[in-house]
């Protein structure tokens, strides 16, 4: 009996998926991808899309263009409710799809409500494309000739990476900025004192400065129309003036733009629709990557909760988890076979890209610094986006 297949998100841990569909469009089963956007963009190469290191072609995939080339269907639209006992989902367009098998990889967002925030000059760190919209907004700014006081909020890996790719696109925009992180928590702070050594260093080395231990409660912009007094809005790219951060201990800080890299946030699909979920919001999946209260409903990346242990939300684990679900969809697709567990392996390593040609590297207790790391990391995300790139137009 042939079935459909749906598959919610187009983040890493589908990606293997897409560029197999024609293996599964060619017995007969019809797929449809939904996501709200028609490409994929690479977490592993946003901060230098930001800095101009990468043009945006190189950072993403066509989607749409690779599952329609092997008989799948794109929907660009985003789902708001699953609807279990009729196995369907409800778009945001208000069409209902149905399902025989189902995977989510939806990703992670990062939240907003915690500022006491107008329309201003800030953007968040996800969804990656986000990098592409903060480039040209900076841009602009930057083609005015003034000074601008530039911001990251946030602590992690992102965080370091954008403040490094932020001066790199005021160098060579020939312009002048102060780049200031706000690392509430401190700046890579649950990793080793190496590793934040050595990323302090790099930054307040090219004069950016760094915040600790200090939090941010708001963020305001100058612009007519907005402040104190004025009714609360979203935080959009499109910087319109000068404003300000507030910190937990009064300090006002001056902000032209501010790029928010937060701790993440799950949507709450899975809870609001009756589905089990972890104390994350994220899908509750098995060692088979499936929900165990709904069988044909998978899903991997930042938005699944593991049963068996915790998972760290980095693009490396949903990486691994590309063969196990791309395996798993097929044998409930035909019903034949065994699924395969998911071995979740705790060692990995992270690169992160500084933005001046050199990258850090860590592993466990050890950290470097330096040029060739940089090479490395360069050298396997451009293996990786041509390897699906070149699937957009062949199978």
């Known amino acids: 009996m042939k079935k459909h297949l749906l598959l919610v998100g187009a983040g890493h841990a589908h990606v293997a998926t897409f560029r197999n569909l024609h293996r599964l469009t060619a017995c007969g089963h019809r797929v449809t991808v939904v996501s709200p956007s028609p490409f994929y963009y690479y977490s592993g190469m946003g901060p230098g899309v930001l800095s101009g290191i990468y043009p945006p072609a190189e950072g993403r995939i066509a989607v749409r263009r690779l599952v329609e080339r092997r008989g799948a269907r794109f929907v660009e639209d985003k789902v708001v409710a699953i609807e279990v006992p009729q196995r369907q989902v409800v778009l945001a367009g208000g069409a209902k799809l149905p399902f025989d098998v189902v995977s989510f990889n939806i990703g992670s967002s990062i939240p907003l409500e915690g500022f006491r925030r107008f329309s201003g000059p800030a953007i968040t760190a996800k969804p990656i494309e986000?990098?592409?919209?903060?480039?040209?907004?900076?841009?602009?700014?930057?083609?005015?000739?003034?000074?601008?006081?530039?911001?990251?909020?946030?602590?992690?890996?992102?965080?370091?990476?954008?403040?490094?790719?932020?001066?790199?696109?005021?160098?060579?925009?020939?312009?002048?900025?102060?780049?200031?992180?706000?690392?509430?928590?401190?700046?890579?702070?649950?990793?080793?004192?190496?590793?934040?050594?050595?990323?302090?260093?790099?930054?307040?080395?090219?004069?950016?400065?760094?915040?600790?231990?200090?939090?941010?409660?708001?963020?305001?912009?100058?612009?007519?129309?907005?402040?104190?007094?004025?009714?609360?809005?979203?935080?959009?790219?499109?910087?319109?003036?000068?404003?300000?951060?507030?910190?937990?201990?009064?300090?006002?800080?001056?902000?032209?733009?501010?790029?928010?890299?937060?701790?993440?946030?799950?949507?709450?699909?899975?809870?609001?629709?009756?589905?089990?979920?972890?104390?994350?919001?994220?899908?509750?999946?098995?060692?088979?990557?499936?929900?165990?209260?709904?069988?044909?409903?998978?899903?991997?990346?930042?938005?699944?909760?593991?049963?068996?242990?915790?998972?760290?939300?980095?693009?490396?684990?949903?990486?691994?988890?590309?063969?196990?679900?791309?395996?798993?969809?097929?044998?409930?697709?035909?019903?034949?076979?065994?699924?395969?567990?998911?071995?979740?392996?705790?060692?990995?390593?992270?690169?992160?890209?500084?933005?001046?040609?050199?990258?850090l590297w860590w592993r466990g207790r050890l950290a470097w610094k330096g040029r060739i790391p940089f090479l490395l990391k360069n050298a396997i995300d451009r293996r990786f986006m041509r390897r699906y790139r070149n699937s957009e137009t062949h199978l």
């Open 130 to 359: 986000n990098f592409l919209q903060a480039r040209r907004s900076l841009l602009g700014l930057l083609a005015r000739g003034r000074r601008l006081d530039l911001l990251v909020v946030g602590g992690g890996p992102a965080a370091v990476e954008i403040a490094g790719n932020l001066w790199r696109l005021v160098r060579d925009a020939g312009a002048s900025a102060a780049v200031t992180v706000i690392a509430g928590g401190g700046l890579l702070g649950r990793f080793p004192p190496a590793l934040r050594r050595l990323a302090v260093s790099s930054l307040e080395t090219r004069g950016v400065r760094i915040l600790e231990q200090r939090r941010v409660v708001a963020l305001e912009a100058d612009a007519p129309g907005h402040g104190p007094d004025a009714p609360a809005a979203g935080v959009g790219p499109a910087g319109c003036g000068p404003g300000r951060v507030i910190l937990d201990d009064g300090e006002c800080v001056p902000m032209d733009f501010a790029l928010v890299a937060t701790g993440v946030q799950l949507s709450p699909l899975f809870r609001d629709s009756g589905l089990p979920v972890g104390d994350d919001l994220g899908l509750r999946v098995d060692r088979h990557l499936q929900c165990p209260a709904c069988s044909g409903m998978f899903g991997g990346g930042d938005c699944v909760s593991f049963e068996p242990e915790p998972l760290d939300k980095v693009g490396v684990v949903a990486n691994r988890q590309n063969p196990v679900l791309y395996h798993n969809l097929r044998v409930a697709l035909s019903g034949a076979g065994r699924l395969q567990a998911f071995e979740h392996d705790p060692a990995y390593s992270l690169m992160f890209n500084l933005g001046d040609g050199s990258a």
